[in-house]
Each structure stands twice: as structure tokens, then as C-alpha cells.
Nanobody, 115 residues
Framework: QVQLVESGGGLVQPGGSLRLSCVASGSIFSRYAMGWYRQAPGKQRWLVAV???????NYADSVKGRFTISRDNAKNTVYLQMNSLKPEDTAVYYCNARWALENYWGQGTQTTVSS
């Protein structure tokens, strides 16, 4: 069992930056692929970025060049650095851990981009 706790969301103006963090506990963090998803009101949850256990990252087209996912296995933490934020980035951001048949979610952290 893995517990995931996100933090770092908040209110930011367009063009601003935020860094989300997700701390994992309960299992061997380094073996999990870690992802960030987001869900806007009335819309489906979708993948923003993912980083494998080997450190390879992939991004949704809409965030490429603006967002960076990284992980620190010593701290059991995955990050999402979000730059040049746009109003359409407003959503609840969820951390996800996946390995074999295991799939875990955090509780989410709200990010609002507005002037």
C-alpha cells in the first residue's frame, strides 16, 4: 500500500509559476512510475506528465516546454514545476503511483490561474 500526499497548489496569476510536490510512503518509491494528472470541473481526469522508475519523462502536448516533472528517490518525492501558467491550467492536480497491478492516487491539490 502506498500513501500519496500532494502540496504546493494555490492561486497564481497568468504567466506565473508553481511547484507541486507529492510525498509517497508505505512502499519502495523508486520502483513506481509517478504521474501527475489534472481534472477541471465537469471534465475528465487526464495525464499531464509521467516519469518512469528510470527517470524518463513524458508530457501532454499542452504542457510541453512549460512543465517539468522530476523525482527524488531519496526523499520519496515527485515534483511538477509549472511555468508560464495559463487560465486553462486551472484544475485539481492529482499524483499517481503505478507499478505492476498497483495503482494509487493522492487526494489532489487545487491550482487556480487567474488575474
Amino acid at each position: 500500500q502506498v500513501q500519496l500526499v500532494e502540496s504546493g497548489g494555490g492561486l497564481v496569476q497568468p504567466g506565473g509559476s508553481l511547484r507541486l510536490s507529492c510525498v509517497a510512503s508505505g512502499s519502495i518509491f523508486s520502483r513506481y512510475a509517478m504521474g501527475w494528472y489534472r481534472q477541471a470541473p465537469g471534465k475528465q481526469r487526464w495525464l499531464v506528465a509521467v516519469i518512469t522508475s528510470a527517470g524518463s519523462a513524458n508530457y501532454a502536448d499542452s504542457v510541453k516546454g512549460r512543465f517539468t516533472i522530476s523525482r527524488d528517490n531519496a526523499k520519496n518525492t515527485v515534483y511538477l514545476q509549472m511555468n508560464s501558467l495559463k487560465p486553462e491550467d486551472t484544475a485539481v492536480y492529482y499524483c499517481n503511483a503505478r507499478w505492476a497491478l498497483e495503482n494509487y492516487w493522492g487526494q489532489g491539490t487545487q491550482t487556480t490561474v487567474s488575474s
